[in-house]
């Protein structure tokens, strides 16, 4: 019975945080893009979801007041903080320019890498750790950068109709000189020197 729990557990998970990336870019783009405003609504969220659901089943159940320790709290807390941390960085990844597609598989990519190093040390556990465990690492590193690299782009924007043509003039006195390299890549052209 608590396999299914456990299976139902991670598919909530999966679904839940797979959803964030786009529906938060969907919330920010009818926010005029704005980074600190699709905060407040996830922490709004979080205050229903996390603080007054759960506070008013243990008020129900009897439980509310007992077991409170400083250590279970502070750790708890942290712990909300890293949620929060890790919300304003997605938020700050897509109001840059990131797309869900590209940053979520990253964020999900690198994140178990993360987990993975942190339970390492906290539970002394870097002897068990093998040749097998280490090429995993890579693995999954090299499919985030996979990701990154060949994620598609989406169709280049089109030319409006309406928009006139740019025309070059020649001058006739004067030879045409090509930009150099440099002049390409900085979009800047050197002043001649006469």
Same mark, same amino acid.
């Given at each position: 019975?608590?396999?299914? +729990?456990?299976?139902?557990? *991670? /598919?909530? =998970?999966a679904l839940a945080w #797979?959803?964030? $990336?786009?529906? &938060? ?47 279970? +709290?502070?750790?708890?807390? *942290? /712990?909300? =903080?890293?949620?929060?941390? #890790?919300?304003? $960085?997605?938020? &700050? ?60 782009? #989406? ?40």
């Open positions: 019975m608590h396999f299914i +729990f456990v299976i139902c557990g *991670i /598919a909530l =998970t #797979g959803s964030y $990336g786009p529906v &938060l870019h969907e919330g920010q783009h009818y926010l005029g893009n704005d980074r600190i405003k699709p905060l407040i609504c996830v922490g709004l969220a979080y205050l229903v979801v996390a603080v007054i659901i759960p506070s008013a089943i243990l008020i129900a159940q009897g439980k509310f007041t007992t077991d409170w320790t400083f250590s279970g +709290f502070s750790w708890s807390f *942290i /712990a909300g =903080t890293c949620g929060t941390f #890790g919300a304003f $960085g997605l938020i &700050l990844a897509l109001t840059n320019g990131g797309k869900p597609w590209i940053v979520m598989p990253l964020v999900f990519g690198f994140a178990p890498i993360v987990t993975t190093i942190i339970s390492l040390f906290t539970k002394n556990l870097w002897s068990q750790a093998g040749p097998v465990f280490y090429a995993g690492i890579i693995m999954t590193i090299a499919g985030a950068v996979t990701v990154l690299l060949f994620a598609p782009k #989406g169709a280049p924007p089109q030319k409006s109709a309406h928009a006139p043509e740019k025309t070059e003039e020649v001058s006739k006195a004067e030879p045409t000189q090509q930009p150099s390299a440099i002049e390409k890549l900085t979009g800047k052209s050197q002043a001649k020197s006469e």
